[in-house]
């Protein structure tokens, strides 16, 4: 069975730095890069995705998982 994509606050898609700051423990310098991936490489399907982002690793991921939203792709 598929996994359920989180229903938070943040949609990673679409979201700018400020909105990308308000997650917990994501600074201007993370939330930067989330955005520079997403514009390099398209949408981010899955939390797991977001691994790909320099500075986030499993503890990063697990600390903003519940937070973050993925409709916008």
Do not use: H, M
């Amino acid at each position: 069975a598929a996994q359920a994509l989180p229903a938070g606050r943040v949609d990673v898609n679409s979201a700018d730095v400020a909105a990308l700051c308000t997650l917990k423990g994501v600074g201007p310098a993370l939330a930067q890069a989330i955005v520079a991936e997403r514009e390099l490489n398209g949408p981010f399907s899955y939390p797991e995705d977001l691994i790909v982002v320099k500075g986030i690793g499993a503890k990063t991921l697990a600390r903003i998982r519940d937070q973050l939203d993925f409709r916008a792709r």
